[in-house]
């Protein structure tokens, strides 16, 4: 599997690109901003987008998708229970002091145990609803990889204060859905640096 991951947009929002080196073919999560920096690693790679996936549906990790469909053609999937943080971008970009981007209602709702496909590599959709009510996880089996969104960070969880949020809903979908991972699963975040399903059963302090 080809993997980069890079910040993007105001927030540094983690944007990943998964590419299959066989196919050719390429999935983009997250695709907050800066989307002409996104084209130019997929011409990179020589990958060809077939997926955007958004793992929640605030300004800096959905700003940038019906563009990078509009570029690609690519189909975006996010979780239906969102639609509503789509509804109220003009309000998420007054709070940042930005202009709100181009939203639409995605191809297909990322729903509960969705398989999502690049290529021969396949990842489940995990719904870990308590940052948003449509928040979700993107778990790569084989390769070991959970894409945690804004549910879970290296020492620290997604915040709850925001439209959609709840503290004890966050806490139950990740203990319930996340800590039974194996412990090397490495923990790709919606923000900040990678860490282990391992490492934060272990030193999470919010978990702990």
Not at 31 to 57: F, M, S
Not at 86 to 107: C, F, R, S, T
Not at 114 to 130: A, C, D, F, N
């Amino acid at each position: 599997m080809i993997l980069e991951t890079f910040p993007v947009g105001l927030l540094q929002c983690n944007c990943s690109i998964l590419g299959d080196e066989a196919t050719g073919e390429a999935m983009v999560i997250d695709p907050g901003d800066n989307v002409a920096y996104i084209l130019e690693r997929l011409e990179a790679q020589g990958l060809k987008l077939k997926q955007i996936v958004v793992t929640h549906g605030h300004i800096d990790h959905v700003g940038g998708a019906v563009k990078l469909k509009r570029a690609t053609g690519a189909s975006i999937l996010m979780n239906k229970n969102d639609l509503s943080q789509l509804k109220i971008m003009n309000i998420q970009a007054a709070w940042l002091g930005v202009k709100a981007p181009e939203v639409a209602p995605p191809d297909e709702s990322a729903g509960e145990g969705l398989i999502v496909r690049v290529g021969s590599h396949k990842g489940e959709v995990l719904q870990t609803p308590g940052h948003t009510q449509g928040s979700i996880c993107l778990h790569f089996v084989p390769e070991g990889i959970l894409f945690a969104g804004d549910t879970l960070f290296a020492g620290s969880i997604g915040r709850t204060d925001l439209p959609g949020g709840n503290g004890k809903q966050i806490l139950r979908s990740i203990h319930d859905r996340l800590m039974p991972l194996p412990d090397e699963t490495r923990v790709i975040p919606g923000h900040g640096a990678e860490t282990t399903i391992g490492m934060e059963k272990a030193e999470n302090p919010f978990l702990i």
